[in-house]
């Protein structure tokens, strides 16, 4: 069945013939492909199209898609059971790995998604403070928690609802917005409710907005003034930890938060979520302390399985290849784009980067709203019969893995770059 076919079918029973919006195409047009198996950078679609694939599941395939050793570690966990509803040995080996590889986790937590992550964290940190307000950032992400769906990235606002329906007003009423590297911002707000915030929640790189590094300085002010009038800080390291570093920016750029979410590398590809950081906050939660939070799936043997399996393989080495290979593609397209006289401006760190068309830099989100997101949309669809899958939304970042060996990224840079010949 031909992926035209498969979605007509999908469309039937499945809202919008999809189980997550943005893998319906709708931000770049067309129909979406359905792949049937993918192997290292390589997806195959159902079309039998073999695609180079810049998204990597949304992230989770660091070490590139159907890895030996995480095939080898979920098998193994199979044939001694799915699931037990008991605590099993895995989960003690994962919270270790999670404490010794990240050191402002002192205690974690696991769950089933990074959206269970970070809706569990803010609970915590509610709890913990016994203050109600929370800080999110404009064009910040994380995941579709209802307090959070608030000027949202990502979905949220590819597919311009920013606010989605069905979010009561006044749970939206506790998150106050902020713009994201701006330093008086963030001052005035606490200024105002310095004493009912909760918490400020952060991508510390945001990346459902394609990708927005910080200013020098601006996480430490982050740090400084939530510790300042007692609220916690919490980065959101769903997409960016064990991925940019073993312990995510948080290690990149020194700062010691209060909580850390994580999903996506720390589940190997299984669905799997984990929110960790100071003991003293942690053991506020069930059973201990008297926020609740639970969950019948949540520490899956095959899951921990598969996450153990994906950590043990991340060292130094492999993350400085990441790096030089992020970068050689960004160079290599920014090299293109000014011989072809086109604005473009690529933010990049370790394995992730994203493209903004039109614009020489990128550092708020108001300037990702001012890149030429038709002209990112051409590009999607130029690379894509090129053979490059990139993610179909011009608010998404790109990634790669330790299966885009020099092979893939020399045919990746002359398929991207023949691309952005033909938007030119
Ligand atoms: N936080 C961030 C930073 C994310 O990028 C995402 C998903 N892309 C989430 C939270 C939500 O994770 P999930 O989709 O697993 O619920």
Redesign the pocket.
Same mark, same amino acid.
């Given at each position: 069945m031909t992926s035209e076919d498969l979605f007509q079918r999908a469309r039937r029973t499945i809202p919008g013939g999809v189980n /997550?919006p943005v893998r319906a195409f709708r931000s770049v047009g067309g129909t979406p492909f359905f792949t049937e198996s993918a192997q290292g950078a390589i997806l195959t679609t159902a079309d039998d199209r073999n695609l180079i694939d810049f998204v990597c599941t949304?992230?989770p395939a660091i070490h590139g898609h159907n890895d030996p050793d995480i095939r080898e570690a979920v098998a193994d966990a199979l044939s001694k059971g799915t699931s037990f509803g008991t605590p099993g040995p895995l989960e003690v080996d994962m919270a270790e790995a999670v404490v010794e590889r990240v050191p402002s986790v002192e205690k974690v937590r696991m769950c089933n998604?990074?959206?269970?992550?970070?809706m569990s964290s803010i609970r915590l940190a509610r709890g913990f403070t016994g203050r109600d307000k929370i800080v999110k950032f404009i064009g910040?992400?994380?995941?579709?928690v209802d307090s959070l769906l608030v000027q949202a990235g /990502?979905g949220a606002l590819t597919l311009g609802k920013p606010d989605s329906a069905g979010v009561p007003a006044s749970f939206a009423a506790e998150t106050i917005l902020c713009p994201y590297n701006d330093f008086a911002a963030i001052s005035e707000i606490f200024e105002q409710y310095g004493e009912q915030i909760a918490a400020v929640i952060v991508?510390p790189y945001p990346?459902?907005c394609g990708l927005i590094l910080p200013k020098e300085g601006y996480l430490p002010h982050l740090r400084e003034v939530t510790q300042q009038h007692g609220s916690l800080l919490i980065f959101?390291e769903?997409?960016t930890g064990f991925r940019l570093a073993m312990g995510g920016v948080q290690e990149r750029e020194g700062i010691t938060p209060d909580l850390s979410?994580f999903?996506?590398v720390i589940g190997g590809g299984l669905p799997v979520?984990a929110f960790g950081g100071r003991a003293e906050i942690m053991d506020y939660l069930a059973p201990d302390g008297p926020v609740y939070q639970a969950g019948t799936l949540s520490g899956n043997p095959l899951a921990m399985a598969a996450g153990l399996a994906a950590l043990k393989k991340l060292n130094t080495e492999v993350f400085e290849g990441l790096e030089t290979a992020g970068l050689m593609i960004a160079e290599a397209l920014r090299a293109e784009a000014a011989q072809l006289g086109i604005p473009l401006c690529i933010n990049q760190a370790g394995s992730m980067f994203a493209l903004f068309f039109g614009r020489e830099k990128v550092e708020s989100f108001a300037d990702v709203q001012a890149s030429e997101t038709e002209k990112f949309s051409k590009f999607f669809h130029a690379a894509m019969d090129e053979g490059v899958y990139l993610p179909p939304s011009a608010y998404e970042t790109c990634f790669l893995s330790t299966a885009h060996d020099q092979e893939i990224l020399d045919r990746a840079i002359s398929s991207l770059t023949a691309a952005l010949r033909r938007v030119a």
């Open positions: /997550s949304w992230g998604s990074g959206t269970e992550a970070t910040c992400y994380h995941g579709h /990502s991508e990346a459902n959101d769903v997409m979410a999903g996506k979520g």
